[in-house]
């Protein structure tokens, strides 16, 4: 009987293997050794697409950066553009947040990094911005952004009514858990809503008068 035919090793199937076993264990977990038991081929067949874990990592990073939607600083104003971009670059990331602590370095030579950096600080200069403000706005966005997809605040804490009993101003935290996802999407509504407030405010002040301030969709 002829032996099966094993399936094409291609860098997207390595990619998203290698996704897949970090979505499951986290960052650390993540070998070639390991990643190759799981394509069923040898260590050194990585080897012929990517030269270290590293370009794996960054290829799988980059693979989760092109799934946001940076078209909208085409389709959109400056402030309801941050907003709908932050909404996606969240929901990617919220979707692998195993990955979030790489991504969180910064785009380094990563293509479609780049090109998200670039469509952010694009549209900040195009609109008005300082250069150097624009910088300081990229930047903080995804501090606000990739922060908020590193964890759970309302996992955070357990669902034991006891534990809280020395601490009267939590007697109701044992029952965030079970709200988790109100509880962190209304987080991350408000906190939004406020940089984006903060920053039309600057903007109306310093740059050009804005027609409205941009609210939640």
């Known amino acids: 009987m002829p032996r099966p035919r094993q399936a094409l090793l291609t860098r997207d199937r390595i990619v998203e293997t290698a996704l897949a076993l970090i979505d499951a264990d ?7 050794r390991r990643l190759a038991a799981a394509l069923g081929v040898r260590g050194p067949s990585l080897y012929n697409h990517f030269a270290t874990k590293e370009e794996i990592l960054d290829a799988v990073a980059d693979g989760v950066a092109a799934t946001v939607d940076i078209g909208v600083f085409d389709e959109c104003e400056w402030l309801d553009a941050l907003r709908r971009w932050a909404r996606s670059y ?8 195993n990955i979030v602590p790489y991504l969180a370095q910064g785009p380094g030579r990563r293509p479609a990094a780049l090109a998200m950096a670039d469509a952010v600080y694009g549209a900040l200069v195009r609109a008005g911005w300082p250069p150097a403000r624009a910088t300081h706005i990229g930047a903080a966005m995804r501090y606000f952004v990739a922060g908020s997809a590193l964890g759970s605040f309302a996992r955070g804490f357990v669902e034991d009514p006891s534990l809280y009993a020395a601490h009267p101003h939590l007697n109701q935290a044992h029952r965030l858990a079970g709200h988790q996802r109100s509880v962190d999407e209304g987080a991350f509504t408000l906190g939004l809503d406020a940089l984006l407030h903060g920053l039309a405010a600057e903007y109306a002040a310093t740059v050009a008068p804005l027609e409205r301030v941009g609210g939640p969709e």
Do not use: K
């Open 26 to 32: 986290g960052l650390d977990a993540l070998s070639t």
């Open 90 to 97: 969240r929901a990617a990331l919220a979707a692998h947040p």
